[in-house]
């Protein structure tokens, strides 16, 4: 079973759409969690951590729920540029500090 | 402005070569990663280190060595390089369980 796993989509949504992707992870040991953002052709760049008690960073809402084992993150507001592809990273200190990758969900905003 | 770089964006090779990846980073992190990029399977790690001249094999470490004589500087060798080793290769470094700060890539076309 995958550590981390993600719909890969893609997510075709309109300018101004609000949507939401959802990430779930195996372990229950996992600790940290965060989202980056990948652009095409270009490495992955942290977009944001998820804090257990959710948080928000503009148009841009994460959100972990441990019990379930999944963790969200909502786009209000939908930019042309937040077309990009979106993974879910988590972090299991138990392992040596190692990050598990999501293999991405791919969001295409179309004006 | 923190940098992680790589020393090719491209590359091409012959199927047996020896091939060299290098990858530098000045934020005097502890922590750098190789990871491998395909459509469909995601980031895969290769190896990681935590330390000058420490080294652990990752998920696929099969076909590659890695060398850290210098803290800044983490090294991927294909020894013999095969067409299934043509890729998106991506390095990263980080401070412990803090961002992990990737390299923009080095695709490899091993023919």
């Known amino acids: 079973r995958k550590e981390v796993e993600q719909d890969p989509g893609p997510f075709n949504v309109p300018e101004g759409a609000t949507v939401a992707f959802n990430c779930t992870y195996s372990?229950?040991?996992?600790?940290?969690f965060f989202w980056y953002r990948q652009d095409c052709r270009k490495e992955p760049k942290l977009l944001m951590s998820?804090?257990?008690s959710g948080n928000e960073d503009g148009r841009f809402t994460a959100q972990l729920n441990r019990a379930s084992q999944y963790i969200s993150l909502l786009i209000r507001d939908s930019k042309l540029s937040d077309s990009a592809t979106y993974l879910c990273?988590?972090?299991?200190?138990?392992?040596?500090?190692?990050?598990?990758f999501g293999t991405g969900t791919s969001l295409t905003v179309i004006p | 402005d923190v940098k992680v770089t790589q020393s090719s964006r491209y590359l091409v090779k012959r199927t047996g070569e020896k091939v060299f990846l290098e990858c530098v980073q000045d934020m005097d992190h502890e922590n750098m990663f190789w990871y491998r990029q395909d459509p469909g399977l995601g980031l895969r790690l290769i190896y990681f280190?935590?330390?000058?001249?420490?080294?652990e094999k990752g998920d696929i470490p099969e076909g590659y060595s890695v060398s850290r004589e210098k803290k800044e500087r983490f090294s991927l060798i294909l020894e013999s390089a095969s067409t299934n080793q043509t890729s998106m290769y991506l390095c990263?470094?980080?401070?412990?369980?803090?961002?992990?700060?990737f390299g923009p890539g080095t695709r490899l076309l091993v023919l």
């Open positions: 990273v988590v972090n299991k200190r138990n392992t040596g500090n190692q990050f598990y």
């Open positions: 998820v804090y257990s």
């Open positions: 990263a470094s980080r401070r412990g369980g803090g961002t992990q700060y």
């Open positions: 280190s935590y330390d000058v001249k420490m080294k």
């Open positions: 372990n229950s040991a996992s600790q940290s």
